[in-house]
């Protein structure tokens, strides 16, 4: 499996990602630069965290309307995979990709800590290997990570099964104390009604080794993995 | 031709900084303040043969400068614009 991991100036968990991919899960894995249009090799593309162009205008504005992101709606298009984290996340939204925005954390705090999430959806690409209400372990670091959406939008989150993860607590309890920044309805982590497009707030990267403190973001790279294996189609090309 | 962009935050929608500031304002004594939202103004000077000014900074605002979940904009023209209070 092919993964690119994109770069855009002022993107700062690529390296993570790019260690992840290359050292962890031994596949594949090439920068692209925030200006590259062809993605046709590739099988996924993460859009890492960071401050993208300064994060300037909003939290993924421009990013959000840059060459590779443009790229990326043909390749969305063709099946291809998309997890952004963090910015990532914030970009696939300014981008239209994902519905909803991101926006500064109720709390006005900066928030780089440990959470908890609770499995939503075990029925995409990305969360295939685990299952719903398992709670995972991973960090989180943004200052403008609130979830909104409008309520139009939020039911059919809901009703079409597209939350993929919710901030809980240890035991999997969706809280208020939990929340760490007040997203809507614990919102952590979203995806498109194709389950191709996996956005989240936290970092999958930052926990996939013992070394890190945890492993439950290699989870998500293992299922990633195991169904395309089962799957077929992007080993065939 | 100059043009200013006002982007604000739509009604209903939290403004944390908005709270912050007028909390901090509260301590500096200003306690008189109901509500107070914070917004952005995007200043441009577009070439003065541009035909449909409005509509172009219009569809501006519409794919980068707002966004359409969080933000209402206005658009005002130069001759919209009174003359402006000097702060001191």
């Keep these: 499996m092919r993964f690119g991991v994109v770069v855009f100036p002022g993107t700062w968990s690529d390296c993570d990602f790019h260690y992840v991919v290359s050292e962890v899960l031994h596949q594949p ?61 914030q970009i696939l939204c300014e981008a239209g990709l994902l519905p909803g925005v991101l926006t500064r954390n109720e709390c006005l705090q900066y928030r780089c800590q440990s959470t908890h999430l609770v499995v939503e959806n075990a029925d995409t690409f990305f969360t ?27 039911a059919r ?15 999997g309890k969706v809280t208020k104390a939990s929340n760490p920044n007040g997203s809507l309805d ?8 194709e389950g191709t497009v996996l956005g989240m707030m936290p970092h999958p990267e930052r926990a996939s080794e013992t070394v ?26 | 031709m100059k043009v200013r962009v006002l982007v604000r935050l739509k009604p209903g929608i939290m403004d944390v900084q908005g709270a912050a500031v007028k909390r901090a304002l509260a301590g500096l004594g200003f306690s008189e303040i ?40 206005t658009i005002e023209t130069l001759a919209d614009l009174a003359p402006r209070e000097v702060a001191r």
Excluded at chain 1, 79 to 85: A, D, H, I, T
Excluded at chain 2, 44 to 67: F, K, S, Y
């Design chain 1, 29 to 89: 894995v090439r920068y692209v630069w925030h200006r590259e249009r062809d993605l046709s090799e590739l099988d996924c593309v993460i859009l890492p965290g960071g401050f993208s162009y300064g994060d300037y205008l909003r939290a993924g504005a421009v990013a959000g309307r840059s060459p590779v992101v443009e790229a990326l709606r043909d390749f969305v298009g063709r099946g291809g995979l998309v997890l952004g984290s963090c910015n990532g996340f």
């Design chain 1, 212 to 237: 890190m403190g945890g492993t439950d973001g290699l989870l998500m790279f293992q299922s990633l993995l195991g169904s395309l294996v089962e799957d077929g189609s992007f080993l065939k090309r």
């Design chain 2, 34 to 73: 109901a509500d107070l939202r914070i917004g952005k103004v995007i200043e441009l000077e577009l070439d003065d043969a541009t035909p449909d000014a409005r509509a172009r900074v219009g569809e501006m605002c519409r794919q980068l400068l707002a966004n359409p979940i969080l933000e209402d904009f």
């Design chain 1, 186 to 193: 614990n919102i952590a982590g979203i995806v498109n009604p």
């Design chain 1, 157 to 171: 989150l809901k009703r079409d099964n597209l939350i993929a993860f919710r901030y809980a607590t240890a035991e």
């Design chain 1, 128 to 154: 295939r290997g685990l299952r719903v209400g398992q709670v995972l372990t991973m960090p989180i670091s943004h200052g403008e990570g609130k979830y909104h959406a409008d309520a139009e939008t939020l």
